[in-house]
């Protein structure tokens, strides 16, 4: 789905008018953002995380010579078990 066709949706199933749901979302986002080093969780969906990530060597694919991938910290999205298994099936 679209960001529109979202919106659009989570308006008509709760009678909230458009513009108040995309309002929603944007704060829901900027609030994960702001809050996702403290593992931001939205219930039944999953929750941002960060993830610290070690030194290590890799292969260029076009030479093969070896470098050298520096440690750092990414973001990642853990999916909940609930979502999992509503999607998957169980």
Known sequence: MTKTQTI?????????AKSQV?????????????????????????KLVLVNRKARQGRNPATGA??????KTVVKFRVA??????????
């Open 8 to 16: 659009a949706t989570l308006a008509e199933k709760t009678g909230l």
């Open 22 to 46: 995309e309002t929603l979302l944007e704060q829901l986002a900027t609030l994960a953002y702001a809050e996702a080093r403290n593992a931001f969780m939205i219930p039944g969906i999953g």
């Open 66 to 71: 070896v470098i050298d991938i520096p440690a």
């Open 81 to 90: 078990k609930v979502c999992k298994e509503s999607v998957l099936g169980a």
